[in-house]
Each structure stands twice: as structure tokens, then as C-alpha cells.
């Protein structure tokens, strides 16, 4: 009986660790988006405690300052959160292989993950256990040191873009804003090449927050900025032009919206945000048609060429829209951007339980 129970309890640390180890793999190392339960876990605990203290915040700015630390914070706890499942599942094989009692095997657990050696071993099985687990310490502490300039790179590049929009879109960004500071500073035939650079940004945004999805939660350096709001008011600039200012058809302007709404939905994706992946043209949107007649009105009156057909040009716009209204409503909830016309402003009912069970 004391050999069979010996034998479970060993299974069951091994497996705990090559669980924990996985984790880290799909955390670190795996190139692309894979839900993890062990790091989820850990955001989500960290997450309600982080909510209740937003609560209690009197101004958006303060919520903001507590709420910036919330990601960087839930990362770094990850490694000590899985240094102490492979110690204990090591305390169980150590006791499995004949350790007298849990107290010597928590100590040469703890000895051996931490590489201190004040708790020597006895015997070749806990000689190879102590070398394994000292070997897998090490690596786990190499992988959060490579793993943050990577994190920090993609994040500085994210943030470039979205600083440079508030020179060009105003500050909350506003799509009719962009468009008329174009017309008065560039003229609109310049905008094709923010059709451009920004097309690029989504396909960098798709690959680093669907792989390090950690940078979903970084917040922007200036309270009033957000890489959410950012891409809501390109998306919109893009659409509006595409459907509604009388220019030369515009090809990078359709694959800018096709980039975002792709990037925004894998995004979305990997937070079980619910939308319609194969949307009708005319399905409803969260623009109402005489916040969309506001736009056109203020575009008209500064001067805007537009299409005539204003009916025309909103059914072009919700056809458009309809692709990431969803996803970005969501994901400006679930990041609490600040305030942004057509994104965060109505968010709120947008907002949901951060990673939920994945979908089957």
C-alpha cells in the first residue's frame, strides 16, 4: 500500500510539473495564440482584485493610474506562481523516491528549483530529480528575461503609432477630426499613405497580441490615449472615406479596414468575445444614422467633397462597420480605454468577464 501510494503521488507531482512546464511554453516560447489555463487563472484572480480597488476611484485618471499596473504586475507574478507548482509537485516526487518526510522533501525541493544546495541528496533518483529541477528554474527565470524585451519592443512600436494619431486626429482621436486636419494640413490625397503604415500596424498588432497576450492590458503612457480607441478611429477615418468623401476610389484604404477588422476579431478571438464572424451589410451598428449625418454635416460644412447620395454612403459605412463594431466595443470595455467617440464612449454594455471558458 505505501509502494502504491508512493507510486500516485509521484505520478501526480510529475504531471503537475509537465503541466506547469506546458504553461510556460504556451506563455513564452509558442509563437502563436493559445489560451492557457494556468496563466489565465492568474490574470483573472489578479483582475478582480485590480476591480475592486477601480471601483473605489473617483476619476477616470486614477482608475487609469491603478489599472496600469494590473498587467505588468500579473506577468511578473507568473513566474513565482509557476516556480511554486513545479516545487510542489518536485516535493511530491522527492517524498515518492523515499525522503523521509514532506518537511525534508519541501527543503530539498526548494534547495534544488532555487539552486541554493543547502539540502544535499542521498541517492541517484533524487540526485537526477534535484539536477531536473534546478535545470527547470533556471530556464523559467531565462525565459521572463527574454521574454520582456520582446513584450517591451512590440509595445514601444504600438505606442509610436498611437502617439502620432493624436497629432493627426485630436486628442480623444476623432475619425471626422483626422479627415478634416488632413484636409487643412495635407490635403486628403496624402492620406493614403496612413492607409499604409497603418494597414502594417494591424498586422503587427494581429501577431503580438494574439502571441503576447499580456499587451492587450498594457496601457498607453498618457491616461487619454488607448491602442483600442487608436484603431476604432483609423477603422472609422477609413471607412468614411471610402464611402463617404468624393475622392478617387482608394485601394489601401480597403485593405487598412480589412487589416484591422481581421486583427481586432483574432484579438477578440482569443477572449471569447461573441460577434458575427459573416455579417450582413445592413445588419445594425452601434452609429446611430443621425450620429453618421452629424459627421456628414460637419465634413460638408468644412469644406469635405462628399458623395450626394447620403443614403448610399451610410449603407456603405454600416457595411463596413458591421465587420469590427462588435470586437471593438468589447475589447475597448475590456481594456477600459478612455473616452473616444464611436468606441469607448459606448462600451459599457460591452464589457465582460475577463477570459472566460474558451469555446469548444
Known amino acids: 500500500m505505501n509502494i502504491t501510494l508512493r507510486v500516485i503521488i509521484f505520478a501526480a507531482g510529475l504531471a503537475l510539473v509537465v503541466y506547469t512546464s506546458r504553461s510556460a511554453i504556451h506563455t513564452f516560447v509558442l509563437p502563436r495564440s493559445v489560451s492557457d489555463f494556468l496563466a489565465r487563472a492568474l490574470f483573472l484572480t489578479t483582475r478582480f482584485l485590480f476591480d475592486l480597488r477601480a471601483k473605489k476611484a473617483s476619476s477616470y485618471e486614477e482608475r487609469d493610474r491603478i489599472m496600469a499596473i494590473y498587467a505588468p504586475l500579473s506577468l511578473l507574478l507568473l513566474l ?22 514532506w518537511r525534508a522533501a519541501f527543503l530539498l525541493s526548494g534547495s534544488s528549483l532555487l539552486t541554493l544546495g543547502f539540502a544535499p541528496v542521498s541517492d541517484l533518483p533524487q540526485t537526477i ?3 531536473t529541477e534546478a535545470t ?12 520582456l524585451p520582446s513584450m517591451y519592443a512590440a509595445f514601444s512600436r504600438r505606442e509610436a ?3 502620432l494619431l493624436e497629432v493627426r486626429a485630436g486628442s ?16 486628403l490625397d ?14 503587427e498588432l494581429d501577431e503580438s497580441h494574439t ?6 492590458f498594457f496601457r498607453s503612457p498618457q491616461p487619454e490615449r488607448s491602442w483600442v480607441t487608436a484603431a476604432g478611429t483609423v477603422l472609422d477615418a477609413a471607412a468614411l472615406v471610402d464611402s463617404t468623401v468624393d475622392i478617387p476610389r482608394e485601394p489601401e484604404a480597403q485593405l487598412c479596414l480589412r487589416a484591422g477588422y481581421i486583427a481586432l476579431r483574432r484579438i477578440a478571438d482569443f477572449f471569447d468575445v461573441p460577434y458575427n464572424p459573416n455579417p450582413s451589410p445592413d445588419d445594425p451598428i452601434s452609429i446611430s444614422r443621425d450620429e453618421f449625418d452629424a459627421a456628414y454635416e460637419r465634413l460638408a460644412q468644412q469644406g469635405i467633397p462628399l458623395k450626394p447620395d447620403r443614403d ?25 480605454a478612455p473616452y473616444a467617440p464611436w468606441s469607448s464612449d459606448r462600451s459599457l454594455r460591452y464589457r465582460r468577464g475577463l477570459f472566460n471558458r474558451r469555446r469548444k
Request: no cysteine; net charge neutral.
Open 161 to 163: 503609432a498611437v502617439a
Open 190 to 203: 496624402r492620406l493614403t499613405e496612413q492607409w499604409v503604415a497603418w494597414e502594417s500596424w494591424f498586422v
Open 80 to 101: 513565482p506562481f509557476w516556480l511554486i507548482l513545479i516545487l510542489i509537485g518536485y516535493m511530491g516526487m522527492f517524498w515518492a523516491v523515499g525522503v523521509e518526510s
Open 129 to 131: 530529480l534535484a539536477f
Open 211 to 216: 502571441s503576447l497576450a499580456a499587451l492587450v
Open 312 to 336: 448610399e454612403a451610410w449603407r456603405n459605412f454600416n457595411g463596413w462597420r458591421v465587420n469590427y463594431d462588435a470586437p471593438l466595443l468589447a475589447l475597448a470595455g475590456l481594456t477600459m
Open 136 to 147: 527547470l528554474g533556471l530556464i523559467l527565470i531565462a525565459l521572463l528575461i527574454a521574454y
Open 172 to 187: 480623444p482621436p476623432s475619425a471626422v477630426e483626422m479627415i478634416l486636419r488632413f484636409q487643412r494640413i495635407h490635403g
